[in-house]
């Protein structure tokens, strides 16, 4: 069956859509995607608190790690990007609704609430 002429402007106009989707995607700036704290804000803080500590009524009742005690602190960053990914107990996994980027950002995040002791 042959394209009537109307029907492949739409698909040159949708083709145009996708490609300044795509490039609106890469090119905007930083401020303009989530931040890591926002991430955390979003993903990680009604269990583990805006500063870490685990002293939400989610994280008492799950046993929320404090990010600032030494035995959080001292894993690995293969090991919290791992729990992060996976999920530990009562914590679900996030590998499949946050990229590994934001997960090794979440990550980064946490070292900084061990220097806040």
């Known amino acids: ?3 009537s002429h109307g029907s492949s402007i739409w698909v040159t106009v949708l083709g145009c859509l996708v490609s300044l989707a795509l490039t609106l995607t890469v090119v905007l700036p930083a401020s303009a995607q989530e ?3 926002q991430v955390y804000m979003r993903q990680c803080a009604s269990c ?8 939400t009524p989610a994280g008492k009742r799950t046993g929320a790690r404090d990010f600032s005690l ?4 001292n894993q690995t960053d293969a090991q919290l990007i791992e729990i992060t ?3 530990k ?4 996994g996030y590998a499949k609704s946050l990229t590994d980027k934001q997960i090794k ?10 220097k806040k002791k």
């Not at 583990?48 to 002293?55: I, L, N, P, R, V």
């Not at 030494?70 to 602190?73: A, E, G, H, S």
């Not at 107990?89 to 679900?92: G, L, Q, T, Y």
């Open 89 to 92: 107990k009562e914590m679900p």
């Open 48 to 55: 583990h608190a805006a500063d870490g500590g685990g002293k």
């Open 85 to 87: 990914a996976k999920g």
């Open 70 to 73: 030494d035995k959080v602190q």
């Open 35 to 37: 931040s890591t704290e």
């Open 1 to 3: 069956m042959k394209a």
């Open 105 to 114: 950002d979440l990550v980064a995040y946490i070292r900084t609430m061990g």
